[in-house]
């Protein structure tokens, strides 16, 4: 297994495509996916175009639907729910298909969505997003890290080495042996250095900042807990992810 770390989508190769994709945005889109499908949600279906989430979403039943929108990190109007993992409630979340637009994560979803498996990670669920993926025997594996506009955040690429660190752990590799690029090196040492203050490392964090400014702390705080959901969601068919339990 070779495994390759991307700051951002765009840094990501065109094309060869890898047995298994895992994208990261911390704060908040896969915190939000992830909790949304723990409590019940049916699926989540994710856009870069909100024109287009309207679109596809008005064919979908207004009782069993909800909009997710954000940009900048605050809430679209229109939308039923901005970006926040708080929101999702079981009494909000249950049956429901999630429709969603975000800065940065849903744009890292599209670029790896013709992997064999694609899978949503964050903190809150990087142990069971690491069995998922050792459930898949890869051969390879990018770890996708959202960040922020097309710049790198330190946030995303910290999680990143989260997983590569629990990986390392239970196929007890050594970094040389399944490091697929340099990135893996930088995810793995930010990782090591924050991994007993996470909280404070996404305080110190330009989006964690940004987040701040709208009065998020909770979010943060949140997103800062670690293996704290067994939910991986996983994509069935292109842009639609589900929860699977692990």
């Known amino acids: 297994m070779k495994i390759f770390i991307y700051h951002t989508p765009e840094l990501t190769p065109a094309s060869d495509f890898p047995d298994c994709a895992i994208a ?29 989430l309207f679109r596809i979403s008005e064919s979908w039943p ?50 790896i969505q013709p ?55 239970a196929t007890q590799s050594k970094p040389q042996s399944i490091a697929g690029n340099d990135e893996f090196f930088s995810a793995l040492a930010l990782y090591q250095q924050w991994r007993n203050d996470l909280s404070g490392m996404l305080c110190a964090a330009s989006h964690g900042q940004r987040l701040l400014r709208l009065n998020c702390h909770e979010d943060l705080t949140y997103c800062a807990q670690i293996d704290i959901l067994n939910t991986v969601p996983i994509q069935i068919e292109p842009g639609v992810l589900v929860g699977v339990e692990v």
């Open 24 to 52: 990261v945005d911390v704060l908040r889109a896969t915190s939000t996916m992830a909790t949304a499908l723990s409590v019940g949600a049916e699926a989540i279906q994710v856009f870069s175009d909100l024109d287009e």
């Open 62 to 111: 207004a009782d069993k639907r909800l909009r997710a929108g954000e940009r900048g990190g605050a809430r679209i109007p229109g939308c039923d729910l901005g970006n926040s993992p708080l929101d999702c409630t079981p009494q909000r979340m249950a049956g429901q298909r999630l429709f969603i637009t975000t800065t940065n994560g849903t744009r890292a979803l599209q670029a």
């Open 115 to 169: 992997s064999k498996c694609v899978i949503a990670g964050a903190f809150v669920n990087r142990q069971a997003v690491v069995q998922q993926t050792l459930a898949q025997h890869p051969e390879t594996v990018w770890i996708v890290a959202s960040g922020w506009e097309g710049g790198f955040s330190l946030e995303d690429t910290t999680c990143a080495g989260a997983i590569v660190d629990s990986l390392l752990t």
